[in-house]
Nanobody, 130 residues
Framework: QVQLVESGGGSVQSGGSLRLSCTVS????????MGWLRQAPGEEREGVAA???????KYADSVKGRATVLVDNAKNTLYLQMNNLKPEDTAMYYC????????????????????????WGLGTQVTVSS
């Protein structure tokens, strides 16, 4: 059974940083596309970042240059480092995973106009105050 459990959210001031973590279990990382989604109140779900099994990453334009997604395979943990946070980054952040390789559709399922990965967690809240 695939499980994704996020942690690390919190409240920070504009310009601050946070590192979100996601512990994963129930699947083999080798072929999955993994990443992060977010959803602000009243807004559509938005893809933030994705990482392929070979470490290749892609980011939404809204966070490019401020976000880094990485995986620690030994710890079965996915991270999202967010720097220079802005009030518009305020949202619930969800860890996401899809059994399709990123280059075979996974990127689109996580970062496309209507994110729909097969699995995601319960989320961790990030609040950025100005």
């Amino acid at each position: 059974q695939v499980q994704l459990v996020e942690s690390g959210g919190g409240s920070v001031q504009s310009g601050g940083s946070l590192r979100l973590s996601c512990t994963v279990s129930g699947f083999t990382r080798d072929t999955y596309c993994m990443g992060w989604l977010r959803q602000a109140p009243g807004e559509e779900r938005e893809g933030v970042a994705a990482i392929d099994s070979d470490g290749t990453t892609k980011y939404a334009d809204s966070v490019k240059g401020r976000a880094t997604v990485l995986v620690d395979n030994a710890k079965n943990t996915l991270y999202l480092q967010m720097n220079n946070l802005k009030p518009e980054d305020t949202a619930m952040y969800y860890c996401a995973a899809d059994p399709r390789a990123c280059a075979s559709g996974g990127y689109y399922l996580i970062l496309g106009p209507i994110p729909a990965p097969e699995y995601w967690g319960l989320g961790t809240q990030v609040t950025v105050s100005s």
